[in-house]
């Protein structure tokens, strides 16, 4: 192994995964390793200096990364989405709460042992969320941080309590000890994400998953049926932008940061704005709106869009992809390009 410090990446065979894999292997700043559930496929090995097949609640594996790398920073992406959650949520609990529970703990002894913060990066998402009406969610718009955290999901509550777990452990973790003034904590940094579309992978378990099911399914010349009706709208973002936003926080001075957890908005389209750019894309597309009732419940009680101001002051966040660059230079010529491969 290297001299270079080591990043943990957990969740790494999800979509944000494999995404971030690419991009810090690129950039050659951290040996990675990482733990899915899953074993990475052949071709994203070679990126990592060391891959884990196991899960997130098993501490015993934990302890063990945890002696034998020296982990600086933890990309924590391993979950279970939206719609998983609930059709089992007390599983979305362990993953999501507990299971972040055991991270936060490792890197917090880590913190401890190298004597500097581990930097703890963790997504959150527009499910943390929740607008009580359809028209209380037009009246609000984008969203600040603080507003309608009202979540309706088992996924959306663990993901707000995590925020508040991440926070508690940089803060005010066993503030009772002796010592525990000025004692090393880890750094956590939080981002609530939009639904993602990746050109390369479909998100499995979520509710944002129309967008991308959408697109994927019309590359293919597949019909789709989509479980939201036309009229829904929440914000989205292209894959490469919520790369960059995590290491775009990943980087920011602590000093700058004033919260545990950021907005990051690019762009807000309804179901049916989104058919429309599939369609011009890929003419022949198939689209049906057959919309599922407890799946189109969730995704209006996402708000419509983010404000994402305090990311843009603070850190200096900016999409690089807003909605035209987002379809006409990444999603539709990437995704052509793969299914033609
Ligand atoms: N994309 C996620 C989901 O649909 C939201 O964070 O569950």
């Known amino acids: 192994?290297?001299?270079?410090?080591?990043?943990?990446?957990?969740?790494?065979?999800?979509?944000?995964?494999?995404?971030?894999?690419?991009?810090?292997?690129?950039?050659?700043?951290?040996?990675?390793?990482?733990?899915?559930?899953?074993?990475?496929?052949?071709?994203?090995?070679?990126?990592?200096?060391?891959?884990?097949a196991g899960n997130i609640l098993d501490r015993y594996l934990l302890d063990q990364l945890a002696a034998h790398h020296q982990i600086?920073?933890?990309?924590?992406?391993?979950?279970?989405?939206?719609?998983?959650?609930?059709?089992?949520?007390?599983?979305?609990?362990?993953?999501?709460v507990e299971g972040t529970l055991h991270l936060l703990r490792m890197a917090q002894q880590l913190s401890l042992r190298l004597g500097r913060s581990v930097k703890f990066i963790f997504p959150s998402s527009i499910a943390v969320y929740g607008m009580p009406s359809l028209d209380e969610k037009r009246r609000l718009g984008r969203v600040r941080e603080d507003q309608g955290l009202e979540p309706i999901t088992m996924y959306g509550i663990n993901k707000l309590y995590a925020e508040h777990l991440g926070r508690y452990f940089m803060r005010h973790y066993r503030a009772l000890a002796a010592g525990a003034e000025g004692?090393?904590?880890?750094?956590?940094?939080?981002?609530?994400?939009?639904?993602?579309?990746?050109?390369?992978?479909?998100?499995?378990?979520?509710?944002?998953?129309?967008?991308?099911?959408?697109?994927?399914?019309?590359?293919?010349?597949?019909?789709?049926?989509?479980f939201v009706g036309p009229e829904a709208r929440i914000p989205f973002m292209a894959m490469p932008d919520a790369v960059r936003s995590l290491l775009g926080l990943l980087d920011a001075p602590r000093e700058q940061l004033t919260l545990p957890s950021y907005n990051v908005g690019a762009f807000s389209l309804s179901a049916a704005e989104i058919a429309q750019r599939v369609k011009a894309a890929f003419p022949g597309a198939e689209i049906t709106f057959e919309p599922d009732p407890a799946r189109a419940r969730i995704v209006d009680s996402w708000p419509e869009d983010l404000d994402d101001a305090r990311a843009r002051d603070d850190w200096g966040w900016n999409a690089v992809y807003g909605v035209d660059r987002a379809f006409d230079e990444y999603l539709v010529p990437s995704i052509r390009a793969r299914y033609q491969r």
Request: overall charge negative; glycine content about 8%; some cysteine.
């Open 1 to 52: 192994m290297s001299n270079r410090p080591v990043a943990l990446i957990t969740g790494a065979n999800g979509e944000i995964g494999r995404s971030l894999l690419e991009r810090l292997h690129q950039e050659g700043r951290y040996d990675l390793v990482t733990l899915d559930l899953t074993p990475l496929p052949e071709r994203y090995r070679p990126l990592c200096a060391e891959t884990y």
């Open 72 to 96: 600086e920073v933890v990309f924590h992406l391993a979950a279970l989405l939206s719609t998983r959650g609930e059709r089992d949520p007390e599983l979305a609990h362990q993953i999501n």
């Open 183 to 226: 004692a090393i904590r880890l750094d956590f940094r939080g981002i609530r994400f939009p639904g993602l579309i990746s050109a390369e992978t479909v998100p499995t378990g979520g509710t944002s998953d129309y967008g991308p099911e959408m697109l994927h399914a019309a590359a293919q010349s597949k019909p789709y049926a989509c």
